[in-house]
């Protein structure tokens, strides 16, 4: 029964900020990997960045990483990417998705079984 609701995107210029927003309902999510994939036209899925949250472990692309952090803010069973300095190349569908129990953040994350509807991510000056 765990669905995801995502919030936060949309049109920026390069160099702007956003923050979106992956809201779990129906589980815990202490207990799931959240990994936040970006489908772009022409471009082949990727994983942007991830959190197993029972641990905290993490996971960022090296395009992204330093630019973009990843939090879990447990009270609301939400997590969040801040998104700082965004490029053209940063821009595309950003899903939320989530697996259960000790899934590992790596770049080669592969299985997704629960989808959000995902935000649009769109860089241009």
């Known amino acids: 029964q765990l669905q995801i609701a995502e919030f936060g995107g949309g049109l920026v210029q390069p160099g702007e900020s956003l923050r979106l927003a992956c809201a779990v309902s129906?589980?815990?999510?202490?207990?799931?990997?959240i990994i936040w994939v970006r489908q772009a036209p022409g471009k082949e899925r990727e994983v942007v960045s991830c959190m197993r949250v029972m641990d905290e472990s993490t996971f960022y692309s090296e395009s992204v990483k330093g630019r973009f952090t990843i939090s879990a803010d447990i009270a609301k069973n939400t997590m969040y990417l801040q998104m700082t300095g965004l490029k053209s190349e940063d821009a595309g569908d950003y899903v939320c998705?989530?697996?259960?129990?000790?899934?590992?953040?790596?770049?080669?994350?592969?299985?997704?079984?629960?989808w959000g509807q995902g935000s649009q991510v769109s860089v241009s000056s």
């Open positions: 998705t989530a697996n259960c129990c000790d899934y590992v953040c790596s770049s080669q994350a592969n299985e997704f079984d629960y």
């Open positions: 129906g589980a815990y999510l202490v207990d799931y990997t």
